[in-house]
């Protein structure tokens, strides 16, 4: 899932608040995926988690005064602000944020804040409902919208001092695709990319359905990846049980004709498809509309099927069709029955991979096959692949001069 965050350094300004407890869990997070973090400390911080925990997991000094003679010039604060690619406030305080949208320079973490120059800052507010809701916090918070730096949640939700509502801020894994996001390249700025993911479910009956193996963990990827390079994704979605990418608005559905009204529905805005679900071929034309009793078709039943219709082809053929990418999943002969696919569906890009190697595994080999022949990818992770995947779908978009 963090594909962008290996080599990163990345600086976390810890401020009061019983949310302080996660950041353990980010800090290791972060070290998995390969980032540098550097801690920083409000004394309130130290209340509520040790600098020892801190620095066991980042393997790094924790800072937390201004005075530090650590540096050789006793100047931490220019220092820690310059190494770092990004700055993360998390815990973020009402008194943090008062005083940063103030300007106020009376510890470390409050002075590289105003020290950073361009550095991005991103601040995850962490307080009670009250706290959050105070207009004067509203008004620091706009403050620092204005001021270009990053609001981060917070969540809504039970608070450690038993009330309900906003004010908490936000699950470490929330927060790691927060920086994760911030550094993927925006290839895909502000594009309106609709992409279809998951097997459809077709009825028999009311218990039974007729479905495939397709576990929508490509299509989920792709989504993932295309929100984190800016674009606006509608992802349109049978039935799995995969989270929902940050960002990405998804629509349920289940059949493949829900499927195709769906995606017509969000076509004229559409500027790049990518049609990964796997769409079942056939339905029942007339599904029963009562459970089918054994004790009463003592022979098995007969089902008669009608085609489905193939919405990738519908999409492609429109007067003014969005950039089309198509995915074949094939047993044997891959090559020739996927290039086929391409011609037969008019579309400029179609993946093809190995049914038996990728239906519902984490891993994929990609073959693409576009009107200059076809170029296969090395075996890599959905994740991985799908991040290369919109990386070339973007340079299509805006072909070299
Ligand atoms: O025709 P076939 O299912 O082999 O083609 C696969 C590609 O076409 C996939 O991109 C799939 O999402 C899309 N497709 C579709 N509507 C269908 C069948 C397939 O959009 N009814």
Redesign the pocket.
Known sequence: MFTHLAHKHVLIGLTGGIACYKIAELIRRLRDAGATVDVVMTESATQFITPVTLQALSGRPVYMDLWDARPNDNMAHIHLSRDADVILIAPASTNFIAKLAQGLCDDLLSTLCIARGNKALLVAPAMNKEMWAHPATQRNIQCLIQDGVTILGPGCGDQACGEFGDGRMLEAHQLLTALDTHFAPKLLANKQVVI?AGPTLEPIDPVRVLTNRSSGKMGYALADAAAKAGAHVTLISGPVSLTTPAGVQRINVET?AQM?ETVMQHMDQCEVFI???????WRVTQPSTQKLKKTTHTEAPILHFSV??????EVAARPQPPYCV???AETEHLLEYASQ?RQR?GIPLLVANLAQEAMDKDHSQLVLIDDQGSTTWPSQSKQDSAQALISHIAQQLTPSP
């Open positions: 279809t493949a195709h049609a990964v679900a796997a769409v079942s071929d489905n219709p193939d919405i990738l082809a198509g995915f074949a696919k569906k």
